[in-house]
């Protein structure tokens, strides 16, 4: 198993084409929890954060997870999965335990403000400990992590928890974990990422996962930053970072397809800079997010997005084949694998590229841009690879994906 590094992201999705020929279900993301003790703004889930909840044996989702040949990653999400310790010994370090024997990488995604232990504890099955980083003071820590509070703890409480999650970060770190933080570029965050990313270089901070703001769940209602903003804050990071941490941009706004010079000058310069990557967005692509509670499978964790399917009435990949069949004939259907591209993630084409067809562009192989995993001698987007066709397409609207709309475009 190869280590992690910007020479290898193992949850790129065109790995998978790589070595499968095609696109396929190699990632899941397991929800193991509703519970959180924090409620922060940037919540993709937060409206189905729970107080209560019934623990389910996970032996039903193994069989299910044994049922998926290419299996290679594994992720574990809530809710927060170490909300209490019987969570981590019923059902998280059973899931990560199964996924080490079965040589996937893993992750958890995780606050780092509860005590150091049960971090400890995980730590020896998890090869990333991803946690969300969006503040320089105690004061940002107590706005955004209890924004969805009506009544919030008094400062001393937030002060705790933050020097916490700094003081967890620094002693996993020392340990050798390798924790990637991410940060959302919003305007809380404008003109402040860099001293963020410095500040989680300081914290022995392996990588630093940089995305636009969700417009989801929490989120939705809070402002976005425009694309002028959003590539201004790109470039004054690459032009501050700190060069040992390696910086991914994930659910990246910025096409290889864009007839914008200012955006193929922004992934040229990423293309140039050493230990700098964008991810193309596994979900449902080769990722597929299962709830260990209700049963559904979605094509990711975020709670306003309807499932697809429920893994206790079909197996996980029939869900993610039809998902696929389905996905080709939306709008967001597209690939460029020879600049590296599989087209943009759904909820950040709709807040920034409302009512583009993406399948009616192409990169062009002077772009600029070749992603690191780029196909050569493949066929490319356009209607070539994503015509219409019959089936139940996904659509999105107002942020709620359902499966049961007309084609889009």
């Not at 004054?236 to 096409?255: C, E």
């Amino acid at each position: 198993m190869s280590a992690m590094s910007p020479m290898y992201d193992p949850w790129e999705a065109l790995l998978s084409r790589n070595s499968q020929g095609e696109i396929r279900l190699s990632s899941i993301e397991v929800t193991v929890t509703g519970r959180c003790n924090l409620r922060c703004e940037h919540c993709a889930v937060g409206d189905a954060l729970t107080i209560k909840e019934e623990r389910p044996d996970i032996g039903p989702l193994l069989r299910r997870l044994d049922q998926i040949d290419h299996l290679t990653t594994l992720s574990i999400t809530g809710g927060e999965p170490s909300y209490d310790r019987e969570l981590i010994e019923s059902t998280v370090l059973p899931l990560l335990r199964y996924a080490k024997n079965r040589g996937c990488q893993t992750q958890i995604n995780t606050n780092l403000t509860l005590d150091v232990d049960r971090y400890l504890l995980i730590a020896p099955f998890v090869d990333v400990m991803h946690i969300s980083y969006n503040y320089l003071t105690p004061e940002d820590f107590a706005v955004l992590t209890f924004a969805g509070l009506r009544r919030r703890p008094a400062p001393k409480t937030a002060e705790a928890l933050f020097q916490r999650l700094e003081a967890n970060t620094r002693r996993l770190a020392a340990e050798g974990v390798f924790v990637s933080a991410e940060s959302m570029i919003s305007p809380r965050t404008q003109g402040r990422l860099t001293k963020i990313h410095r500040r989680l270089a300081e914290l022995g901070v392996r990588r630093h996962e940089v995305h636009p703001l969700y417009p989801s769940d929490f989120a939705r209602e809070l402002p976005l930053l425009g694309l002028d903003d959003w590539r201004a804050e790109a470039l004054a990071l690459l032009d501050g970072r700190d060069p040992r941490v390696w910086i991914l941009f994930g659910t990246f706004p910025f096409y290889p397809c864009s007839d914008d010079p200012r955006d193929r000058e922004l992934l040229a310069r990423i293309a140039r800079e050493p230990g700098v990557t964008v991810r193309n967005d596994p979900d449902g692509r080769i990722r597929l997010n299962v709830n260990l509670l209700d049963g559904g499978i979605y094509v990711t964790d975020f709670a306003d997005m309807g499932p697809i399917g429920n893994w206790h009435r079909e197996p996980i990949r029939d869900a993610f084949e039809r998902w696929r069949d389905q996905w080709r004939h939306t709008r967001f259907g597209c690939q460029c694998p020879h600049v590296g591209c599989l087209g943009p993630n759904v909820l950040v084409a709709e807040a920034y590229y409302p009512g583009v067809d993406f399948r009616r562009r192409r990169a062009p192989e002077e772009s600029g841009w070749r992603g690191r995993y780029a196909i050569s001698g493949v066929p490319v987007s356009g209607e070539r690879e994503s015509v219409r066709g019959e089936g139940n397409p996904a659509k999105v609207a107002d942020g709620r994906l359902n499966i049961d709309s007309p084609a889009l475009g």
